[in-house]
């Protein structure tokens, strides 16, 4: 399947599940000799779903946990604008060192966001893990720990990602045909 149509747009592949597989080695390695005690893996969904599942096979530290997360946004009163609300975290959060999977870091707000909702509940340390990046249209200044696949900044589904809620079931990801 090279080609797909999802709500009437057509997608091309881009990184084929292989290619996926070597990214999930690669990823796996680097966390694993980065040394971080009792990690506390947190993933952000829907999209992550895939990428921790998989991640978290290869994952070998001791005492490894994972937990899982969304991240809410909604209208506050007129003085404090747009709330934003971490969804899901049923564990103290305090004094442990988090990582953070993501499936795609784009504009990096929303990574942002999770990272200063984060740090109110005073972390001991904070790493970032993403499948893909955007660097193109990456406009903040934390730091991504650990990087999948820099990508171009196009719009791309599967594997996780979606376009309007469908194609996260696609093993391969495509990119929007242009
Ligand atoms: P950011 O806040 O601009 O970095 O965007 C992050 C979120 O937007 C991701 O967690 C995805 O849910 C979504 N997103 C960004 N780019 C893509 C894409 O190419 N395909 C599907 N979802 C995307």
């Given amino acids: 399947m090279n080609e797909i149509t999802l709500h009437n747009k057509t ?15 690669d990823i796996a390695s680097k966390i694993n000799t980065s040394e971080i005690k009792n990690p506390l893996f947190i993933a952000v969904l829907n999209g992550s779903f895939l990428f921790a599942a998989d991640l978290m096979r290869k994952i070998t530290i001791p ?11 909604y209208e506050g009163t007129e003085s404090t604008g747009k709330v934003n609300e971490l969804i899901g975290l049923n564990q103290d959060v ?9 499936d795609i870091v784009d504009t990096g707000n929303t ?8 740090n109110e509940e005073g972390v001991q340390s904070l790493k970032i893990a993403t499948l893909l990046y ?3 249209a990456y406009t903040k200044n934390i730091v991504i720990d650990f990087i999948g696949k820099n990508i171009p900044n196009k719009f791309v589904v599967g594997y996780g990602l979606d ?14 045909k242009n």
């Avoid at 005492?63 to 946004?73: D, Q, R, T, V």
């Avoid at 990574?111 to 984060?118: Q, S, Y």
């Fill in 11 to 25: 997608f091309e592949i881009f990184i084929s599940d292989q290619e996926i597989k070597k990214i999930l080695d």
């Fill in 63 to 73: 005492n490894s946990e994972i937990s899982f997360i969304k991240l809410a946004s």
């Fill in 94 to 102: 305090k004094g442990r060192n988090l990582i953070i999977i993501e």
């Fill in 111 to 118: 990574l942002e966001k999770i990272v200063e909702l984060f």
């Fill in 134 to 136: 955007k660097e193109e």
């Fill in 163 to 176: 376009y309007d809620e469908i194609g996260r079931n696609l093993p391969n990801i495509y990119k929007l």
